[in-house]
Structures are given as structure tokens and as C-alpha cells.
Nanobody, 123 residues
Framework: QVQLVESGGGSVQAGGSLRLSCAAS????????MGWFRQAPGTEREAVAA???????KYADPVKGRFTISQDNAKNTLYLQMNSLKPEDSAMYYC?????????????????WGQGTQVTVSS
């Protein structure tokens, strides 16, 4: 059974940093496209970043240059390093797996999801 467990969320001030982790079990993190999504109250879930089995990465425009997605194949763990955080980055962040690289930004393309970790950025 595939399980994705996120951690690393919290509350920070604007300009601060956080690193999210997503531990995968029952699934090889490096075998397919994995991504990070976020959802703020009253909004749709939006793509943040994705990485494929070769290490190629994609980023949504609002986070380019500030966020970095990576994976540790030995630990079967996905990461999202978030720097220069802004209040508008506040959301529940979700790890997703089993996605399509071509449609990396579409939530409905991912087969597995974690429960989410909350990120709150204060001004």
C-alpha cells in the first residue's frame, strides 16, 4: 500500500525558510513523477513543483527562484526547500506521486496523495 507522509510545515515570518519532506512507502519515489501542490482556504489546489525519475524539475511561476524540489532516492523521500517565503505562500502543502510529467501541473494526473502539512507565513 502506497503511503506518503509530509512533514516540516510550520509558522514562519516573511522572508524565512522551511523545508518540507515527503516520506514514501510502498512506492519508489524515483520511479515516476512526484510533485508538491498547495491549497489555501477557498481556493483550488495548485501545483508548486514537480520532479521526474531523471531529476528534471518544473516550477510554478510564483515560486521560481525561491523553491527547490529534490529527492533522496536512498531515503525514498521528496523535499521542497522554500526560501524567501511570502504571506501568499501560506497554504496546506501536499505531496503527490504517480503523476504524468507532461501534465505535471494537473492534480488529477497524480495517483497518490499525502495528508498535507500546513505552512503559515506571517508578514
Amino acid at each position: 500500500q502506497v503511503q506518503l507522509v509530509e512533514s516540516g510545515g510550520g509558522s514562519v515570518q516573511a522572508g524565512g525558510s522551511l523545508r518540507l519532506s515527503c516520506a514514501a512507502s510502498g512506492y519508489t519515489a524515483s520511479s515516476y513523477c512526484m510533485g508538491w501542490f498547495r491549497q489555501a482556504p477557498g481556493t483550488e489546489r495548485e501545483a508548486v513543483a514537480a520532479i521526474d525519475s531523471t531529476g528534471r524539475t518544473k516550477y510554478a511561476d510564483p515560486v521560481k527562484g525561491r523553491f527547490t524540489i529534490s529527492q533522496d532516492n536512498a531515503k525514498n523521500t521528496l523535499y521542497l526547500q522554500m526560501n524567501s517565503l511570502k504571506p501568499e505562500d501560506s497554504a496546506m502543502y501536499y505531496c503527490a506521486a504517480g503523476g504524468s510529467w507532461i501534465r505535471w501541473g494537473h492534480a488529477n494526473q497524480y495517483s497518490f496523495w499525502g495528508q498535507g502539512t500546513q505552512v503559515t507565513v506571517s508578514s
